[in-house]
């Protein structure tokens, strides 16, 4: 597990796959089972896909319309996407969390295997799948990919956002650490970031550097946001094409 290089993304699967399965599950659930911390950032993360929703819905109504969640999770922005009528299509490197996204789809939106059934109210289940990101193909209207580029170094999400953008028709929704916050998060959610040398593990990136890898595909940032609570900091840009 070397610190740049081609180590990161198998840390970073094998992470979301064991411990931090069990860490960032607990923090996106909605059990009492979380320290003061979690809960902060459960909060913060809560008010990030809150604002993605408005987003979205500014531009009109998401029914029938494609989206791809690239680093879906629990389904935490998959399952309103669809609530919403949205066609999703989910997908995340950790087969762990697929699963429990897929579980979660099917509590909260009906019954269902997650393979495109009618939920009975007109939605329909997203579609998940075990992939990383820099392996998704197809067209959709919109990409979302929500506090993903934590985890890789700007070196890399240059790449990321590259390929993201090259999926999406109409809108590209990124959530990233913005580097102001460099310090404030080192020190307070080091620890939530896989190992060996955990703090060093979150990448935090400037706006410009996201904003100048958007431009040079052709993409341009049409909208803004920011949201932050004591242990979480989140920006969140809307990009379209330019
Ligand atoms: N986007 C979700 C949300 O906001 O609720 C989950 C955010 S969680 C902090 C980061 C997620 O990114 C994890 O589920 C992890 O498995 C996934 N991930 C990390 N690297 C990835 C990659 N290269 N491709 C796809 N998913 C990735």
Known sequence: AEEVGGGDKEVVREYFNSTGF???????????DVNRVQLDIRLGHSKTVENVLKMLKEDGTLQGVTVCDA??????????????????????ISAAMVSEAQQQAKEQLGL????????GT????????????????????????????????????????????????????LSFAPKTFYYNLLKR????????SKATRAYLHA????ERALRKVGWKIRKRGLITTQFYFARLVEAVPA
């Open 22 to 32: 069990q860490r960032w599950k607990k923090i996106y659930g909605e059990t009492d």
């Open 112 to 119: 269902g295997t997650g393979e495109g059934n009618g939920t």
């Open 71 to 92: 680093g879906c999770g629990t389904g935490s922005l998959s399952i309103p996407l669809a609530k919403e009528g949205a066609v999703v299509f989910a997908s995340d």
């Open 189 to 196: 959610v080091g620890e939530l970031f896989p190992g060996p």
């Open 122 to 173: 007109g939605n329909v289940m997203p579609k998940f799948e075990v992939k990383d990101l820099e392996s998704l193909n197809g067209k959709y209207d919109t990409v979302v990919c929500l506090d993903v580029l934590i985890h890789y170094p700007q070196n890399k999400a240059d790449g990321m956002i590259a390929h993201l953008a090259s999926l999406a028709e109409n809108r590209l929704i």
């Open 207 to 210: 706006e410009a550097d996201v």
